[in-house]
């Protein structure tokens, strides 16, 4: 692994539920470089979000529990971070987050200058500058940035903008606006947990297309979970595979939809619908994660499964530089 | 200024609600078997006595004649004679609506200043024995009955402690009368002595209405801060790494408030009601043993009067719960 900015491994995080305690995340590795944006995609409870939020250490605390595992960041364990440093130091500050839906991450009752002003008495750049500007002079100057991000996300007047209540914005500029105040900390990851589902198919790809350049050209990693496979073409750098709480499959965007290793993923690719086969799914159903098949939790899905793969989890393997599988039969190219 | 369309609204229905108050009253009162002429007229008086009283008062009139004259009356702010009294119900009415409104007020301010930061505490500690403990002393203070609340703090505070005084509003008299607020009065005249002996006589009363009133805003704080407690904007408030407190303090209460403010103005009108047991208890010389009295008497005109000034204040409370909602949940008024 070179010089990643943040470490995943060896995580385990389970859910205390009535029916019993579920294994959501089984032993999972990632590593995200500076400025990459990485596709993290997998069905619905594949673990995308739990890791999302593991991350930023905000699981429900009730109910689910960290296992094993670390989370390096900057040259720490995020996962021994007090949570009064945690939110101090790293959320919103160093690692920030888009939320799924921005019509319901808003504050109904507050405006959203009000929100935004918040966030910069805690978390702005200036207050860490060498001789932080004091008080008015300073408030004055986070307001300057503000205004200038709110234009760089395409938001048409955004003084306007900053006295209105979050119900009176339409969902695509609510999206705009979240990702403004992702960047307003300057943060060196942004984790951006399925922030175009909640969106209509038009402005999901001008959302996109901005988290992309603004991530750029401010040297910004993204974290981007989906289960949109167009999505993740659209403007990853790595895609992640997960299925059942594992990480199946890491490889560059190129190679994901040209070489997939995994039997897992081929299948993900081949349910995209296409005129030539229509809409195909996958044969199989995900897993209990009370009760989750030992080894790869592919295998009961999987008819290259052997007995191995139902008692050992693959290690990952290289397949090229940037590309890792998990699979004890992967494909190669000429079984694909 | 949405919020001024709101009021508007509210106004429109100001008086239909009143009228419909005030048939309500007029009817009922009207069927309980008791001759209020006769009373008027004095216990030996013959029937033909009996008779031309029953005529002064309008009494013999039909049911509808009576009612329109009383609504006509009401509306050139004349509310009639008490038929015990004799004097204008207006007059009765006013002289002892600062009495209860002070009590009333005092109670409110003071069970939202106990009750809102209580609701939090028991939210933010769910299931603690802190929380436990809320839960049994608020459904205890739900419970109690006042008037037995009230003798019990008497015997305690006053009987056996020496604490505070027994009854009434001030010893001897109060003080110059301008708003017929004592407290307010008393600070006006800077008359410290009055201040000091009035907030001594009101910690007991206030102190009987406000368990069950506090009770009610701590349950319903609870409930709210744990509502929002679980939305998708403390999710995200803590994830971009809002502090703890402001997250709990300014953006979980006023929403969880927007419950508790609905809840408050019930308790204002509770209050009201509540208040004939409480006063007659502690000699309170305000609305509820003037009621009391009234309808012991079957003084039909000061019970309407009473009924009439208790459901205005009600409609008044609700206006203000209202605005302030609208004040406090921008969704409502833009």
């Known amino acids: 692994m070179d010089a990643d900015l943040i470490t995943v491994r060896d995580l385990r ?118 001789n932080p500007p004091s008080g008015r002079a300073r408030r004055e100057a986070d307001l300057a940035r503000v205004i200038e991000l709110l234009r760089l996300v395409q938001l048409p007047n955004p003084e306007a903008l900053l006295r209105k209540y979050p119900h009176e914005v339409s969902g695509g500029q609510r999206q705009r606006l979240m990702i403004a105040m992702a960047l307003l900390p300057e943060p060196k990851l942004v984790i951006a947990d399925e922030p175009t589902t909640a969106l209509d198919v038009t402005v999901q790809a001008q959302i996109l297309k901005l988290l992309k350049q603004l991530a750029r050209e401010r040297n910004v990693a993204v974290l981007f979970t989906t289960h949109d496979l167009g999505a993740a073409y659209e403007i990853c750098d790595r895609i992640t595979v997960m299925y059942a709480g594992q990480e199946v499959e890491e490889a560059p965007v190129s190679e994901f939809f040209d070489r997939p290793s995994h039997p897992y993923t081929r299948k993900l690719l081949d349910s995209l619908p296409s005129a030539e086969t229509g809409l195909r799914g996958i044969p199989g159903e995900i897993p209990r994660l009370i009760d989750p098949p030992a080894g790869c939790r592919f295998n009961p899905r999987c008819e290259r499964a052997s007995d191995l793969c139902r008692t050992d989890r693959p290690p990952p393997e290289p397949v090229s530089p940037g590309h890792m599988v998990r699979c004890h039969h992967r494909l190669t190219e000429f079984s694909a | 200024m949405r919020i001024l369309v709101l009021v508007v609204n509210r106004m429109v229905w100001f008086i239909p609600t009143l009228l419909g108050l005030l048939a309500i009253v007029f009817f009922i009162s009207h069927v309980i078997p008791a001759d209020p002429a006769a009373f008027a007229a004095g216990e030996n008086a013959s029937a033909a006595t009996i008779a031309e009283m029953r005529q002064r008062l309008g009494l013999d009139q039909p049911m509808h004649i009576q009612f329109l004259r009383y609504v006509m009356s009401i509306f050139t702010g004349d509310m009639g004679n008490s038929i015990y009294t004799g004097r204008p119900v207006v007059e009765d009415l006013l002289s002892r609506l600062p009495a209860t409104l002070e009590l009333t007020l005092v109670t409110v301010v003071v069970s939202t200043l106990v009750g809102v930061p209580l609701g939090v505490i028991a939210a933010l500690r769910r299931n603690s024995w802190v929380d436990h403990a809320l839960r049994l002393i608020t459904i205890a203070g739900l419970a109690i009955a006042s008037f037995w609340f009230a003798i019990l703090l008497q015997l305690l505070f006053s009987m056996r402690l020496g604490w505070t005084p027994l009854t009434g509003r001030v010893e001897g008299w109060g003080p110059e009368p301008i708003t017929g607020f004592y407290l307010i009065d008393s600070l006006i005249n800077q008359d410290m002595t009055t201040l000091v002996d009035a907030l001594h006589h009101l910690v007991l009363p206030v102190a009987t209405l406000a368990v069950p009133a506090a009770a009610t805003i701590v349950r319903f704080t609870r409930a709210g801060v744990l509502n929002a407690l679980e939305s998708s904007y403390v999710l995200y408030e803590t994830a971009m790494g809002y502090p703890r407190w402001q997250i709990v303090w300014k953006y979980v209460l006023r929403n969880a408030l927007i419950g508790t403010v609905t809840q408050i103005g019930l308790i204002f009108g509770i209050l009201l009601a509540g208040a004939v047991v409480v006063e007659a208890v502690f000699d309170w010389p305000g609305l509820g043993m003037f009621a009391v009295n009234s309808i012991l008497n079957s003084d039909y005109n000061a019970v309407m009067g009473f009924t009439l000034i208790a459901g205005t204040m009600f409609i008044v409370v609700n206006l203000l719960v209202d605005i302030l909602q609208g004040l406090i949940d921008p969704r409502e008024t833009r």
Do not use: H
């Open chain 1, 13 to 130: 995080v389970s859910f205390a539920s009535d029916a019993g305690i579920a294994r959501v995340l089984d032993g999972v590795q990632c590593g995200i470089r500076a400025g990459e944006i990485r596709g993290l995609v997998g069905e619905s409870g594949c673990g995308k979000t739990t890791l999302a939020r593991a991350i930023l250490g905000i699981l429900p605390r009730n109910a689910a529990r960290i296992d094993s595992g670390t989370v390096m960041f900057g040259g720490r364990n995020l996962l021994d971070l007090p949570e009064d440093r945690l939110a101090a130091e790293v959320r919103g500050r160093e690692i920030a987050y888009i939320p799924q839906d921005p019509s319901t991450a808003f504050n109904p009752v507050f405006t959203i200058g009000t929100q935004i002003a918040d966030l910069m008495r805690w978390k702005s750049p200036l207050a860490r500058a060498a």
